[in-house]
């Protein structure tokens, strides 16, 4: 079974409408999460991290993330969208021994005006 | 941060022969890791590799076909033997810095024709 499930896999949204991706993990990672962007032709880049402490966490450009220990989710939201936005998100978590990656199947944001 | 470069950005190979791509990193990081990303999909790791010791493999990646080398903390090569078109994929390197915080390259975009 996947560790890191993303529940959608395209994401329309309205520009400056709110969006939420959903992510879910499995115990089979560790509660160190993350979530990544991917513009078009670029590699990725970082845009929160869920360590510890406190379980709303915000990152770049915007967006933030909630961690929910009880759900096992870590969902990704952004109260307003710009068409800059448009890109693939992907959660990850870390593997519960060592230090490697697990992402999920990715999130492609479609912003229309 | 880390600034990654990757060498080549792209490149069109024909089948049987081998691409090796370059990572280079403007500090001195002791985990780089190899990841392949097919057409449309999520990420998959490759393999870690650390300066001075064999790479580490996941299941399903061999060193006969993908061998690494990493002869300093800034440098990694990856190469992708005997190419068949399903290894085109876009292949990033990334690096692990504090905070188990991975930083991507812009990955190289390989077609095998």
């Known amino acids: 079974a996947q560790s890191v499930t993303q529940l959608d896999s395209q994401v329309p949204v309205f520009e400056e409408a709110p969006v939420e991706l959903r992510c879910n993990y499995s115990?089979?990672?560790?509660?160190?999460l993350f979530w990544y962007v991917q513009y078009p032709n670029q590699g990725l880049q970082l845009l929160l991290k869920?360590?510890?402490?406190?379980?709303l966490v915000k990152g770049i450009n915007g967006f933030e993330a909630e961690f929910n220990k009880s759900q096992t989710s870590f969902h990704l939201r952004k109260p307003s969208v710009h068409i800059s936005d448009t890109a693939e998100y992907f959660c990850?978590?870390?593997?519960?021994?060592?230090?490697?990656?697990?992402f999920g199947g990715g999130t492609r944001v479609l912003v229309k005006p | 941060s880390a600034v990654i470069s990757q060498k080549p950005s792209r490149d069109i190979c024909q089948r049987g022969t081998s691409l090796t791509i370059q990572c280079q990193v403007d500090?001195?990081?002791?985990?780089m890791f190899w990841y392949r990303q097919q057409p449309g999909q999520s990420l998959t790791l490759i393999a870690t590799?650390?300066?001075?010791?064999?790479?580490?493999?996941e299941s399903g990646f061999v060193i006969d076909k993908f061998p690494i080398s990493r002869p300093n903390l800034t440098f990694s090569t990856l190469t992708v033997s005997n190419l068949s078109p399903e290894d085109s994929s876009i292949y990033l390197c990334?690096?692990?810095?504090?905070?188990?915080?991975?930083?991507f390259g812009p990955g190289t975009r390989l077609t095998v024709t």
């Open positions: 500090s001195q990081v002791t985990m």
């Open positions: 869920y360590l510890s402490g406190s379980t």
């Open positions: 115990s089979s990672v560790s509660v160190y």
């Open positions: 990334s690096v692990e810095l504090t905070g188990y915080e991975q930083y």
């Open positions: 990850a978590g870390l593997k519960a021994a060592g230090n490697k990656l697990t």
């Open positions: 590799a650390n300066q001075g010791s064999e790479a580490t493999y």
